[in-house]
């Protein structure tokens, strides 16, 4: 996002955080997520409700016929101010639904103490996914019905990883928005890291790091970074040893993995 909606995000996330103070996190991010369905269903109505040439009042009056009633007065209310601000492209409103249902998710696996839970849980399903190519697959299967998909990962996760996390995993799977699985999940984890104003390290070893060992890394990464770092670790042995670090779009290789690649590159000059 750029310009008016970007500034329009942040308000909207404010204004999300007021209704969060008074309202069931969990509701309001279900919900949240039905309106994204209406609006990307609906392109007019996402047109409509988008357009600096419309009355705010208009917009509001289009958005309460629609959902009262459907939703809680709390989404309603944010749903109804967030039409009221100013967005430059109709997907940018589309998306600012998508982000602010993700944080309410995440704020209600929050309230029950399970946040790094969840991050952790979001990031295990994207590497099981990598890891089973079938799985990947009937998730996958634009011809399967959601129905289905959704029974499959309830008979995966339910009372196996936090509701939160299972409510995000089926978003993902059965309404991907032009994005892979992967994608998905690592663009809500990187939602859930910056509500706590913290990055996600990938960190990729040979052998599992002891308690002591994340520790140290993980305060070495802060004092690097100016931030708390959480650390996602990938157990590989193709590593062979040392490790690596990914923080976004950088990363730190220190494998023996990655010093025999320069080599053979040297000598094949």
Known sequence: MRGASRASLTEAKERLEAAL???????????????????????GLRRVLSDPAQSADRKVAAVHGLLEGSVSAGTLGLVEEIVRLRWAR???????????AVIAEVASAEAAGRFD??????FRFGRILAAQPELRRALNDRAAPLESKVQLLSDLLERKVTPATLRLVTEVATYARGRSLERGLDFYGRIAAERRSRLVAVVRTSV?????????????????????????IEVDPAVLGGLSVQ????????????????????LTR
């Open 21 to 43: 103070s008074s309202g069931d996190p969990a509701t309001l991010g279900d919900e949240l997520f039905a309106v994204l369905h209406l609006l990307d269903r609906e392109h």
């Open 247 to 266: 923080i976004g779009d950088e990363e730190i290789d220190g494998t023996i993995q990655r010093r025999l690649g320069d080599i053979r590159r040297r």
């Open 90 to 100: 109709s997907v940018d409103l589309t998306d600012a639904v998508e982000e602010l």
């Open 208 to 232: 599992e790091l002891t308690e002591a060992q994340k520790s140290r890394l993980s305060a070495a990464l802060s004092a690097q970074y100016d931030r708390d770092v959480h650390l996602n």
């Open 117 to 122: 839970d969840l991050e952790d849980e979001l």
